[in-house]
């Protein structure tokens, strides 16, 4: 029997699906820290028998540890330490090393976690990224820009989804940022070169230092363009086949970044461009599965249930290979403007044209929010064995849906 623990902070949705299938994997006894009261936990998992442990502060590695002392007081030790998120990924390497858990380690751990750190690894091992630079100062940056010059793409270091994220295009668009990162001078911002072409994922599953298995998706267009214009509609392609020359450069250089992190046992989610001139370049690397839809997706493509198969690799290091057999792909619906949701149009005419394709959606419903996230109010995925039949239906609901938001008090 593996005891296993699940660092989950607030049990959302998203969370909920992975902790419930680390819940049913046969010889696991799963216990979840978090910082809700046992009595929040949702009913389907005290069905399970999951145990329980409160912490105040999910992200404090010293509270992180009490809570696994806790847990293992009470299920016969902790064998596993897991967690989804892309910032409990440090805190949670930090516990294992004190307590001597199998699994990511400090080191590795901040390869991933720090971007600037990330990009000095990569450019160390002759691998291909973006030129960068963690500035403290005002004149640090400006001595980036006069360096590298504009475009330039401004973020935080610990940066998750992009979020804080800003594409500097102009002088005035740098002077605006500056205004920004001067709020809290005492943190840095990582400052890096603008990659031009079209973005991409490498999702991939390593054991003992060695990539196994990959997963590509296309974005369409890319998140960074997205966030510009917050209206904007987009999607993610998973291709059926993924053989082909397009994709030979970061099937070598994908593994040799995830060697070069240190990354040996993990579903990893890499973001790469393919440059204009054929060349790639990694964006950046993290050390969990991916969001935006993207792990069932991967299901979908590769007939399996991603968060079964998510569980088995980080709790009992058991992975099975799969073939792609499908294309699939997301749209994303997003509203203009601010409030919330009064209607979503268009919704019989594209469900007539390709409902049959759908295979998961949840669209906006009215007197819903407007989403601060760049995955917007709701999403459609379809799936089909043709990629062209995918990308012609995810074309077909990114025209033909719209999202209409309405100002509130």
């Known amino acids: 029997m ?3 623990a699940f660092v989950a902070p607030f049990l959302l949705p998203a969370t909920t699906r992975f902790v419930l299938a680390a819940a049913r994997v046969p010889g696991v ?6 910082a809700s009261p046992a009595d929040h936990l949702p009913a389907v998992l ?4 999951v145990a329980h442990w ?5 992200l404090d590695p010293q509270q992180l540890t009490d809570g696994v002392r806790g847990l293992s007081h009470t299920m016969g030790g902790v064998d596993r330490l897991i967690g989804i998120l892309e910032q409990l990924q440090v805190p949670l390497a930090q516990v294992r090393d004190a307590l001597d858990i199998p699994g990511m380690r400090e080191d590795a751990a901040r390869n991933v976690r720090d971007k600037s750190r990330m990009k000095t690894v990569l450019r160390e091992a002759g691998l291909p990224c973006a030129r960068h630079q963690l500035v403290h100062h005002t004149d640090q940056a400006r001595a980036f820009v006069d360096q590298v010059g504009l475009p330039l793409v401004a973020k935080p270091p610990d940066g998750a989804g992009a979020k804080a994220t800003f594409r500097l295009d102009t002088e005035q668009d740098f ?4 205004q920004v990162a001067q709020r809290d001078p005492g943190e840095p911002w990582l400052l890096e070169e603008f990659l031009t072409g079209r973005e991409h994922t490498f999702d991939a599953v390593t054991l003992g230092g060695e990539t196994l298995w990959a997963s590509i998706s296309d974005y ?12 904007m509609q987009w999607s993610v392609l998973l291709p059926q086949d993924i053989s082909g020359p397009e994709y030979d450069q970061i099937r070598t250089v994908g593994p040799a970044a995830l060697s070069a992190l240190g990354v040996e046992n993990a579903l990893s989610h890499m973001e790469w461009f393919a440059r204009p001139d054929g060349s790639v370049a990694i964006s950046e690397v993290g050390a969990r599965p991916p969001g935006a839809q993207i792990a069932a997706m991967i299901g979908h493509a590769h007939g399996f249930d991603f968060f079964d198969v998510y569980s088995r690799l980080v709790l009992l290091d058991e992975f099975e ?4 057999t499908h294309a699939v792909g997301t749209a994303y619906l997003r509203g203009m403007g601010r409030g919330r949701v009064r209607h979503v149009s268009g919704v019989e005419e594209v469900n007539r044209d390709i409902g049959h394709l759908v295979v998961d959606a949840r669209l906006p419903q009215a007197g819903q929010p407007a989403s601060s996230g760049y995955e917007g109010e709701g999403y459609v ?3 089909h064995e043709d990629t062209a039949v995918v990308a012609a239906a995810l074309d077909r609901i990114v025209s033909g849906l719209r999202v209409e938001l309405i100002e509130t008090d």
């Open 2 to 4: 593996v005891n296993a």
């Open 29 to 34: 006894r799963l216990g979840v820290i978090t």
């Open 46 to 49: 005290r069905e399970q028998g």
């Open 54 to 58: 409160q912490v105040k502060d999910p």
């Open 175 to 178: 002077e605006s940022w500056l």
């Open 220 to 231: 369409h267009p890319t998140p960074l363009e997205v966030l510009r214009h917050p209206w």
């Open 321 to 324: 290979l799969r073939e792609r």
């Open 381 to 383: 995925t379809v799936k």
